[in-house]
């Protein structure tokens, strides 16, 4: 009679803990809590109020250049606020790993753009992650992913930097997150106050980071911050 050894139950465990993942990440309130899931975009609707637009500040939608602006700014608007269509579990694709390591993983320098949901003028800058394994490591092509899963919709900075820590906290449950995202927001330097050089500074920390003084001066250390002054 056929009995499983220890590398069949290694095997199993693994395979029921990356369907229980997956469940997780693809259940109704884990997207509604991350925004996820959201319908196709509408093209022909977008293309309408395009039109409608450029008329309303005195264009021609029919001249040359703008014939095709209407077109060109419903396939925009397929790509820009990509990041509520994406499929988390896909996202994730396996990439956790079991690994005996509890030190600091810093991902650092990750850049991304996302639109202001004020004016949907684009912000952009830089984001920095890290965060400590509780057993687990997550693939580093995940990371930058996951960020631009949160940019790449109608957004305000705060909040992003929130969800990219909370995800990752719920994905990894590792003993702390924290993220710092560094921004420049062309709705204040195209309209507005009209300023070029200011800059926005966000954080979120959880667990071992928000607890531990040293631990997260150790992480603005690594960013080459001053502890204490990086941002919110």
Same mark, same amino acid.
């Given at each position: &009679? ?9 095997? =199993? ?44 500040? #005195? ?29 988390? /579990?896909?996202?994730?694709? !396996? ?24 004016? &949907? ?6 984001? =920095? ?17 996951? %960020?631009?899963?949160?940019?790449? $919709? ?10 990219? /820590? !909370?995800?990752?906290?719920? %994905? ?6 924290? %993220? ?8 204040? &330097?195209? $309209? #507005? ?26 992480? &603005?250390? =690594? ?5 204490? !002054?990086?941002?919110?």
């Amino acid at each position: &009679m056929y009995t499983k050894n220890s590398t069949d139950l290694h095997f =199993h465990n693994e395979a029921d803990a990356q369907t229980e993942m997956d469940m997780k990440l693809q259940s109704a309130d884990f997207m509604k809590i991350f925004e996820l899931g959201l319908p196709p975009v509408d093209h022909e609707a977008i293309e309408h109020a395009t039109t409608e637009i450029l008329t309303a500040v #005195g264009e021609d939608p029919q001249r040359d250049g703008l014939l095709n602006t209407p077109h060109r700014v419903a396939k925009m608007y397929e790509e820009l606020p990509s990041g509520y269509r994406t499929d988390p /579990a896909k996202l994730i694709n !396996n990439a956790l790993f079991d690994v005996e390591y509890d030190d600091m993983v810093i991902v650092r320098d990750i850049e991304f753009s996302s639109l202001c949901e004020h004016h &949907m003028l684009p912000f952009l800058g830089h984001a =920095h992650v890290d965060y400590i394994p509780r057993g687990k490591v997550i693939g580093l092509s995940k990371i930058p992913r996951i %960020v631009d899963m949160f940019a790449k $919709r109608l957004q305000v900075q705060e909040r992003m930097t929130r969800q990219i /820590a !909370n995800f990752i906290n719920e %994905v990894l449950d590792p003993r702390g997150v924290a %993220v710092v995202v560094d921004g420049k927001h062309m709705c204040g &330097m195209m $309209r #507005g106050v009209e300023k070029h050089d200011p800059s926005m500074t966000t954080s979120a920390m959880i667990g071992a980071f928000r607890e531990n003084t040293s631990t997260r001066h150790e992480f &603005m250390s =690594h960013l080459g911050r001053v502890p204490g !002054n990086f941002g919110v």
